[in-house]
Nanobody, 122 residues
């Protein structure tokens, strides 16, 4: 199994920044990619960004391109989501996930963290 622990969420004003972290442990050698997803109340979980475990490839949803950046630290087995120019519509619970393949479909990811709340006030 792979254990994932997110941190870094909180309350921020519109235009502000936050950096989310996701620390992975366990059988991380089974991981091909890591993803960030978010879910707002009453909405489906949606793709935010993904990165290959090697860190060579990244992908970002159109809604966050130019504002959010996914990255990873190999030595720390940690994936980050730097979020800049935050908007109220970014308010959601953010989850990190690990899977075998570099995908945007949450169904392709096997292991999930507990989620961290991000609230952006206007």
């Amino acid at each position: 199994q792979v254990q994932l622990v997110e941190s870094g969420g909180g309350l921020v004003q519109a235009g502000g920044s936050l950096r989310l972290s996701c620390a992975a442990s366990g059988r991380t050698f089974t991981t091909g990619a890591m993803g960030w997803f978010r879910q707002a109340p009453g909405k489906e979980r949606e793709f935010v960004a993904a990165i290959t475990w090697s860190g060579g490839l990244t992908s970002h949803a159109d809604s966050v391109k130019g504002r959010f950046t996914i990255s990873r630290d190999n030595a720390k087995n940690t994936v980050y989501l730097q979020m800049n120019s935050l908007k109220p519509e970014d308010t959601a619970v953010y989850y990190c996930a690990s899977g075998l393949y570099f995908r945007s479909d949450p169904g392709e990811y096997r292991y999930w963290g507990q989620g961290t709340q991000v609230t952006v006030s206007s």
